[in-house]
């Protein structure tokens, strides 16, 4: 009898049924890469976006911490500098008078000429001192600050009308005194006014106290004081006050005949002097002009000294002359003497 074959319990999966499955499978395998892909691609697109939206928004941050640090703390423009001298502004319509006022002679069509000197070259830029003179309020402060320059700023003694003026200067790194002294015929003297006529005590009493109100005070000059500085007596009973207080004089020169220099050198100290008024004349152009001239006498002779006021035009002439005092090495008077 004839061995029946034996049925395959198995069901053979014909070849064309077996290429559909591995097509079909291969096609879900693309429809997740391709989501996947899809999905990464996105995801990169957001977060590109919100990187950028955060670098854009940091770089806005920026600009306007920069801006507001222009606006409150350099006088990049006018108008921030104008807004630091709104007050001063409003005091020089009140009570400021013209700069002239430190030259006691109306009749004087030109501020006193320098001393000669001789012809000094300096292998380095030659450098130029700018003294302002009569700081005694917060407001006069702040606009030469402003300025961001290395100004000396010499500061009236305290009196009634600016009772302050000591208290800012302690907050100064460095400052001069402005020493009220008697005047030809000036007749808005400052009280404590030094007279030829005060005793060696009296004066000797005068410069302590302004010592002990401006304690780290190395440099004094005169307000005013064409009739002190004129007279021998009372400009030596002064120099030996200074000196025992170990002060030194800046003669701001407002009288053609001083006797500074000569008493200098009978005490055997260096005669230090303003070589240029800025502001005699309080037109803004005349101050440029003056202060091209002090930056020209620096060249000549390696170091000058010049000397202004905290008035308007003073204050935006120096704003304004900023590159040509790139010219000199402006410096504090403590790094000229």
């Known amino acids: 009898m004839s061995k029946r074959k034996r049925k395959s319990s198995k069901k053979r999966v014909e070849p064309s049924k077996l290429l559909s499955y591995v097509a079909l499978g291969l096609s879900f395998v693309s429809v997740a890469l391709a989501s996947l892909a899809v999905g990464y691609y996105i995801g990169y697109g957001d977060a590109k976006e919100e990187f950028l939206s955060k670098q854009k928004h940091q770089q806005t941050q920026r600009l306007a911490v920069l801006k507001k640090l222009e606006n409150t703390s350099s006088p990049i423009g006018k108008k921030s500098v104008n807004s630091r ?91 001069m005194v402005h020493l009220p002294m008697e005047a030809m015929r000036f007749t ?23 010592k002990k109100l401006f304690p780290r005070v190395r440099y004094i000059n005169n307000h005013t004081g064409s009739k002190f500085t004129s ?3 009372a400009v030596n009973k002064l120099i030996y006050a200074l000196n025992k207080e170990h002060i030194n004089f800046v003669d701001s020169r407002t009288i053609g005949d001083t006797k500074v220099p000569k008493v200098m050198k009978n005490f055997g100290l260096k005669y230090i002097s303003r070589d240029v008024f800025l502001d005699h004349h309080m037109d803004k152009a005349y101050v440029k002009k003056q202060i091209k001239q002090a930056i020209k006498i620096a060249k000549k002779y390696g170091t000058a000294i010049a000397i202004g006021h905290p008035h308007k035009n003073t204050i935006m002439a120096l704003y304004e002359s900023k590159a040509l005092l790139k010219q000199v090495d402006l410096v504090l008077i403590n790094k000229l003497y």
Not at 105 to 120: C, E, F, I, N, V
Not at 188 to 209: C, H
């Open 85 to 175: 001298l709104k007050d001063i502004l409003k005091k020089d319509a009140k009570t400021s008078i013209s700069a002239a006022h430190e030259i006691d002679s109306s009749a004087l069509a030109k501020p006193p000429k320098p001393p000669q000197r001789k012809t000094k070259m300096v292998g380095t830029k030659p450098k130029l001192v700018i003294i302002i003179d009569d700081m005694s309020v917060k407001s006069q402060v702040e606009a030469v600050k402003a300025l961001r320059l290395p100004l000396t700023m010499s500061f009236l003694p305290p009196s009634k009308a600016r009772p302050n003026s000591a208290k800012l200067a302690a907050k100064e790194s460095f400052y």
């Open 188 to 210: 808005k003297e400052e009280p404590f006014t030094l007279r030829v006529d005060d005793s060696q005590a009296k004066i000797t009493a005068r410069i302590k106290s302004v």
């Open 231 to 233: 007279n021998e007596r």
